[in-house]
């Protein structure tokens, strides 16, 4: 089945302590994104990569580290977590067939950091 | 300002139609999209059109795209109470970069 998986699902840690939620994908898809889930804001992109060993800036990227390294993984690292990254963390992928960006959304990580 | 913008909520009663705004802030955004949310779940791709049409339709959904106003519509024909969830609408800027509405809530009555 093609998907998106996320781990974990739900994650309740402390200020300061690093943590990393993994993305998966099993659709050989070029394009891999993070983005945040907040009441009022709607998604908010964080971090995307267009491929292997390329990533970019989102707009709210300060305070996270992702890495891609192989096609399939995407994980999200948080150094440092404060509080005000307490979210819903959605990973999402897509093939670069034209220019259409179709993203298939993971089920989310609610992280909360207190 | 630099962001898509919807209203947050809208009820309706079942049969009848939805309308969801959204107006965009890029001209140059090649791709409009509609996302649907149900409870607990992540984002699906409900609809998308191109930035040189005016309109498309498929079955129930019928979008408006207006380039001059910046401002994009779907409009759900016959709305049933498994249509209710958070509509998000997005603006493909190229690049990777896609900019997300904040969502509006459309709630079905029976």
């Known amino acids: 089945e093609a998907q998106v998986t996320q781990n974990p699902r739900y994650l309740i840690t402390v200020t300061g302590k690093k943590l990393t939620v993994t993305c998966s994908q099993n659709?050989?898809?070029?394009?891999m994104s993070w983005y945040r889930q907040d009441p009022g804001l709607g998604l908010r992109q964080i971090y995307y990569?267009?491929?292997?060993?390329?990533?970019d800036k989102g707009d709210v990227p300060e305070g996270y580290k992702v890495s891609r390294k192989e096609k399939r993984n995407f994980p999200l690292i948080l150094e440092s977590p404060s509080p005000n990254q307490t979210s819903l963390y959605f990973c999402?992928?897509?093939?670069?067939?034209?220019?259409?960006?179709?993203?298939?959304f993971g089920p989310g990580t609610r992280l909360t950091v207190t | 300002g630099e962001d898509v913008e919807q209203s947050l909520f809208l009820s309706v009663r079942e049969g009848d139609s939805s309308v969801i705004n959204c107006t965009y802030t890029?001209?140059?955004?090649?791709?409009l999209y509609w996302y649907k949310q149900e409870p607990g779940a992540g984002l699906q791709l409900l609809t998308y059109?191109?930035?040189?049409?005016d309109m498309k339709q498929d079955q129930r959904l019928t979008v408006l795209l207006n380039k001059k106003d910046k401002h994009l519509s779907l409009r759900i024909a016959d709305t049933q109470t498994g249509d209710s969830a958070i509509y998000f609408c997005a603006e493909n800027r190229g690049g990777g970069k896609l900019i997300f509405g904040q969502g509006t809530e459309l709630s079905v009555k029976p």
């Open positions: 059109i191109f930035s040189n049409m």
């Open positions: 999402a992928s897509s093939s670069q067939t034209g220019t259409i960006y179709e993203q298939y």
């Open positions: 990569s267009m491929n292997v060993e390329v990533t």
């Open positions: 659709m050989n898809h070029e394009y």
């Open positions: 890029d001209s140059s955004s090649t791709y």
